[in-house]
C-alpha cells in the first residue's frame, strides 16, 4: 500500500486553509517528501508527522511555492540533532539556492546534504532500493518541471512451507520457485509453480504531476498508476488562463486521468481565487469518475 498526507493543496498564493505544495508519501513505512512550499514544516508538525523519518525529498521546479519552505526543513533537521544522510532531488539550480543561503547566514547542517540535479527533459529512475522505484516525468512548464512516479517493486510469489517439506525441496532451489519456476524432484517429476506457491503480494504505484500544460501524451511511468495527484490550478472557465501561465484545468486533468487508464484521481494546486472545490469534482467527473479534491491533513490510499 502507499498513502499520500496532502501537506499543500494551494499554488502560489497560500490561503488559511491552504498551504503550498507538499505532498508525504508513505510506502511500507519509508517516507518521502514531494515539494516543500512555506510552511511545509509546520504542516508536518501539525499533522504529526515526524520529520526526521524523511531521507528522499523531491522538489518538482524551482517556483517559490514548490521549494521555499526547504531550507527551514533543513535547519530545523539540524537543529533536531539529524545525523542521518538526506538526498534531495531537483532540477538544476537549487543546490545553489540552498548554499547561498547557508553561507550568508552563517548555517551548516550536522549531516550529509546530497544534491541530486534531475534531466527534466527524459524521463528516468531518479531513485530506488529493494522496495521502490522513483520515476521523473518531463512537464511543460514555464521553467523546468518534472513529476514524480512511485512505484513499488514486484515481489516474489510465496512458497508454501507444506510443500517444501513435502517435496523436500532444498534451500538453492526456492529462489527459483519465488520467482515462478516449476520444480524438478529427485525422481525427475516435474511440481507445477502453482502448486508450490501463493500469489506476491500486490505492488502500488502513486504518481504526482506539478505544474504543467495538458500533456498530450502519457509518459510510461503514469500509465495504469493506481493513485494520481494531477494539479488542477483553474476551472474550465479560466482555460485561457491557464494557458497563459502553463497549468491545468479540472476538465483537463480528469482527460488525462481517464487517458492514462489510472485508478483514482485527486485534483490539487488550487488557485487562491477559489474558496469552495465541489465545482473542481462536478467538471472532472464527466470525464473520469473517481475522483476527490486534496485538502491540507487529508490522506489518500491506493486501497
Not at 120 to 145: F, G, R, T, Y
Not at 185 to 211: H, M, Q
Not at 262 to 272: E, W
Request: proline share 4%.
Amino acid at each position: 500500500m502507499i498513502s499520500i498526507l496532502i501537506l499543500g493543496s494551494g499554488s502560489a498564493t497560500p490561503k488559511v486553509n491552504r498551504n503550498p505544495a507538499g505532498v508525504l508519501v508513505n510506502s511500507n513505512n519509508s517516507y518521502f517528501l514531494v515539494d516543500c512550499g512555506e510552511g511545509t514544516q509546520l504542516q508536518l508538525r501539525r499533522y504529526k508527522q515526524s520529520l526526521q523519518r524523511i531521507h528522499q525529498i523531491f522538489i518538482s521546479h524551482l517556483h517559490a511555492d514548490h521549494f521555499l519552505g526547504l531550507f527551514g526543513l533543513l535547519s530545523t533537521q539540524s537543529l533536531l540533532g539529524r545525523e542521518k544522510a538526506l538526498d534531495v532531488f531537483a532540477p538544476k539550480g537549487l543546490q545553489e539556492i540552498i548554499e547561498v543561503q547557508m553561507k550568508i547566514t552563517k548555517t551548516y547542517w550536522g549531516f550529509p546534504l546530497n544534491f541530486h540535479d534531475i534531466d527534466c527533459k527524459k524521463e528516468a529512475v531518479l531513485w530506488q532500493d529493494e522496495e521502490m522505484e522513483v520515476h521523473s516525468i518531463p512537464l511543460n512548464h514555464k521553467i523546468d518541471c518534472v513529476g514524480f512516479s512511485f512505484r513499488q517493486k514486484t515481489k516474489p510469489r510465496n512458497i508454501l512451507q507444506s510443500k517444501i517439506e513435502f517435496y523436500k525441496i532444498p534451500v538453492f532451489a526456492r529462489r527459483a520457485i519465488k520467482n515462478g519456476a516449476d520444480f524438478t524432484d529427485e525422481n525427475g517429476r516435474v511440481i507445477p509453480n502453482k502448486e508450490l506457491t501463493t500469489a506476491a503480494p500486490r505492488v502500488f504505484s502513486f504518481t504526482y504531476i506539478s505544474d504543467t500544460r495538458v500533456l498530450k501524451e502519457v509518459p510510461v511511468a503514469v500509465l495504469g498508476t493506481d493513485l494520481l495527484y494531477h494539479e488542477a490550478t483553474f476551472l474550465s472557465d479560466m482555460i485561457e488562463r491557464a494557458k497563459a501561465t502553463h497549468h491545468c484545468t479540472a476538465q483537463q486533468a480528469a482527460q488525462f486521468a481517464a487517458l492514462a487508464e489510472v485508478k483514482k484521481l485527486v485534483l490539487g494546486h488550487f488557485s487562491a481565487r477559489y474558496d469552495e472545490l465541489d465545482e473542481f469534482i462536478a467538471e472532472a467527473k464527466p470525464y473520469f469518475a473517481n475522483v476527490d479534491v486534496a485538502q491540507d491533513g487529508q490522506w489518500f490510499s491506493t486501497e
